[in-house]
């Protein structure tokens, strides 16, 4: 979709697909591939995924929503350090389409996740909340960077379920975390790394969870940018396709 060099003759591929699935009426997911306005080297890029909650009213509004404010409030805040600039972008967003909710009487459930990575200077940053997922695969395989902030997952970390058992839990959906459903929110800044090549970073809402991580690692490492995402999509529409499925993927060359 996208070729960027820095002046380090780095090379970023991008691709792309959101798709409504097979079990839903309208896709409440929202992605954004943004370049500064004002910098015409493209040196700093900003990437997101937001999946509207379902279970809520008005989750389509809430995640385009969030991904238009993140876009415009990181460019805006180059006075910050960019761990900060995600950060205030994810409260602003917040802040938004809680007051958003707050202002239209009986519609007053608006609610989103959001994973967003920023390339700056030969860095990856990440910021995120909720369960959509931020993945980094290479040369010694996949890794998930993000944390699920939801409630079975913080029960298996507590050790009270099992893998297997958090699988199938009737509540794995419930979220502990969400953009616009509280007016304060506490953000995921992940460290600084540096920007490795022959390196890919996949963002994805949890409507790719029928696809495995190993899957996923073939699948990226095997294959362009766009013709993954296209890949893992009608994979996951294969098994079932049981929500809106996004999956955004950089490849750093």
């Known amino acids: 979709m996208t070729w960027w060099k820095t002046r380090r003759k780095r090379i970023v591929e991008v691709g792309v697909v959101s798709d409504v699935g097979q079990s839903r009426s309208e896709n409440q997911d929202a992605y954004g591939c943004f370049t500064n306005p004002d910098d015409e080297k493209a040196e700093e890029r900003l990437f997101v995924v937001a999946d509207g909650m379902g279970g809520h009213l008005r989750g389509e509004e809430a995640s385009r929503l969030a991904v238009a404010v993140l876009q415009q409030t990181f460019f805006e805040g180059r006075a ?3 761990g900060e600039r995600l950060r205030q972008a994810l409260e602003t967003a917040n802040d938004r389409v809680y007051r958003e909710a707050q202002s239209d009487a009986g519609q007053n459930k608006m609610g989103t996740t959001c994973t967003a990575m920023a390339l700056v200077n030969g860095h990856v ?11 980094r695969i290479d040369e010694s395989g996949i890794e998930q960077l993000t944390r699920d902030h939801t409630l079975v997952n913080e029960l298996q970390r507590q050790g009270v379920l099992t893998e297997d058992e958090a699988r199938t839990h009737p509540r794995r959906h419930a979220l502990t975390r969400a953009l616009g459903i509280q007016p304060t929110l506490e953000v995921d800044i992940l460290d600084a790394t540096s920007i490795k090549p022959s390196t890919s970073y996949l963002l994805c ?3 790719l969870a029928p696809v495995t991580d190993d899957e996923i690692r073939d699948i990226v490492s095997t294959n362009p940018p766009q013709d993954a995402c296209e890949q893992l999509v009608r994979m996951t529409n294969e098994r079932g396709g049981p929500d809106n499925v996004t999956v955004l993927i950089v490849t750093i060359q």
């Open 125 to 135: 940053y990440m910021a995120h909340v909720g369960d959509s997922r931020a993945y």
């Open 205 to 207: 809402s949890d409507g």
């Open 80 to 82: 910050w350090s960019v």
